[in-house]
RNA sequence: CGGGGUGUAGUGAAUCGGUAUCACGCUUCGUUCGGGACGAAGAGACAGGCGGUCCAAUUCCGCCCACCCCGACCA
């Protein structure tokens, strides 16, 4: 892409309001921009991102669930199946909008939350025999939650993007070993993303859902919301709202600030009695279904991200979720700039030119800000040397290599 | 939802009773070109909204709205 065409552009001063790294970087690199509080467009930086990280999310996804993709409004009915109407104080509605509507129709709609109020009747319409469980269906889509405090950038929005999979199981058990497959399969995706190496699970509450433990994977971050204690003897790690006694005190437990990442719950069967959900076993005798719901709050990941890689000058991106692998910046070069570009895109490679008319200096600023792995620059100085500049966005130096080891470079950082 | 703070041009700020100034950005011309270049000439704001006090309000007072921060909350 040509940063000359793409709508939009880093801007020189930071914004005003925003205190939290993700929000300051992420807008003024010009990958989103705020609507209003906890409400943003994803501009065509944050989108690249945004689709990134979904799309890991959904080649790992896949191999536990078949993906759907629900309405973001439900009817008020459904709520009012499970009590959450009244129990849920971050319900949006939806309603007609009478000053300028003919139909002047008294009907209110829930602007969904979340899934499981909705997903449950839905299952159970197709699923009624132990022969179709377990079952399990997901989906990536945008969730609205009218949060009292919206704040911290990306980090808890009003309107975001969330992964959320239900599983539908016959047994406790089934539910269990479908569980810890789904621990495994985080896993994975955290790892593609990056963060796999410092992202623990931590029990945590249940909340509303049970009074079992939930589980919350945490990211280590040093400006995360939560604080995790990880004992060092058996492994395992709870948030501090359920920290066993004396964890404060005893050297054993290592205790660090973190960010979550994904959170998965055991539900047992408070959706599926709400709905009467009962599958037909074997005998032809009506059994409770059994629930898990898992979810990534893949919109919110982005503002983890930026949170925990960075620096002084800007975004440091992960590789496979960088919005471009290169940043090509051409000084005084640009028919020398186009041919590496063209090159690059022909090869696949994923490309953002900086073509605009500005001094060098703040094109390289604007590079480091939006943060893509490898800087590419075209000059006098580069062409002189005989080869390509590179620089990776974590160094410090740059080094020049010819253009025949160039592609195999790129494609190895 | 409790507490605190802020709303002036696209962005960031100054003015704090006499209808507004600067920087960045934008437009035009010229000169520059390896870490946020320089000169010249331009365009752009009824100062968040409503009401009050006053000869006069961006400035003082009240209400509303919006945004930010701390806390509570976070299925």
Redesign the pocket.
């Known amino acids: 892409m040509k940063m000359s065409k793409m709508g939009v552009?880093?801007?020189?001063?930071?914004?005003?309001?925003?205190?939290?790294i993700n929000?300051k970087y992420l807008t003024?690199a010009g990958f989103i921009h705020?609507?209003?509080?906890?409400?943003y467009t994803f501009l065509p930086l944050g989108l690249r991102v945004l689709e990134k990280i979904e799309n890991i999310v959904r080649k790992h996804m896949d191999k536990i669930g078949s993906e759907l993709l629900m309405p973001a409004l439900s009817p008020k009915e459904y709520w009012q199946t499970t009590g959450?109407l009244s129990?849920?104080?971050?319900?949006f509605k939806a309603c007609a909008a009478n000053e300028v509507s003919l139909m002047k129709s008294d009907a209110e709609y829930i602007l969904n939350?979340?899934h499981?109020d909705v997903v449950t009747p839905l299952i159970k319409n197709y699923n009624p025999s132990y022969k179709d469980l377990p079952v399990s269906v997901y989906q990536i889509q945008t969730?609205f939650?009218?949060?009292?405090?919206?704040?911290?950038?990306l980090l808890?929005c009003r309107e975001f993007r969330m992964k959320d999979l239900y599983s539908f199981h016959t047994s406790e058990e089934d539910l269990k070993t479908f569980y810890e497959e789904a621990k495994k399969v985080y896993f994975d995706i955290f790892k593609e993303i990056g963060i796999g190496a410092d992202t623990v699970i931590a029990l945590?509450?249940?909340?509303?859902?049970?009074k079992d433990y939930?589980h919350e994977f945490q990211t280590r971050c040093e400006n995360g919301?939560?604080t995790i204690y990880l004992d060092r003897t058996t492994g395992v790690a709870y948030n501090k709202?359920v920290k066993p006694e004396g964890a404060d005190t005893n050297p054993n437990f290592e205790v660090f600030t973190a960010s979550?990442v994904g959170?998965i719950?055991p539900?047992g069967t408070k959706f599926t009695k709400a709905f009467g959900y009962e599958y037909t076993d074997k005998d032809g005798s009506k059994k409770p279904v059994i629930m898990g719901?898992y979810?990534i709050g893949t919109s919110r990941l982005i503002g983890v991200l930026v949170e925990k890689f960075h620096d002084e000058?800007?975004i440091i991106w992960p590789r496979n979720v960088a919005p471009f692998t290169v940043h090509l910046v051409d000084?005084?070069k640009k028919e020398e700039a186009e041919k590496i570009y063209n090159m690059l895109l022909e090869n696949n490679i994923e490309v953002l030119w900086d073509d605009?008319?500005?001094?060098?200096?703040?094109?390289?600023?604007?590079?480091?800000?939006i943060g893509c792995p490898v800087?590419v620059?075209?000059?006098?100085?580069?062409?002189?040397?005989g080869g390509v500049?590179v620089?990776m966005r974590h160094d410090k130096e740059?080094k020049i290599i010819t253009q025949d080891e160039f592609l195999g470079y790129i494609n190895n950082v």
Do not use: Y
């Open positions: 552009r880093p801007e020189k001063i930071a914004p005003k309001d925003a205190e939290a929000q003024q705020q609507e209003m509080a906890g409400v959450r129990s849920i104080d971050v319900l939350p979340t499981e969730k939650r009218n949060e009292p405090r919206a704040k911290s950038g808890r945590a509450s249940g909340g509303d859902f049970t939930s919301e939560d709202e979550e959170n719950f539900l719901s979810g000058k800007g000084i005084q605009r008319e500005m001094s060098p200096g703040e094109k390289f600023a604007d590079a480091d800000l800087r620059v075209v000059s006098s100085r580069s062409m002189d040397a500049e620089k740059s």
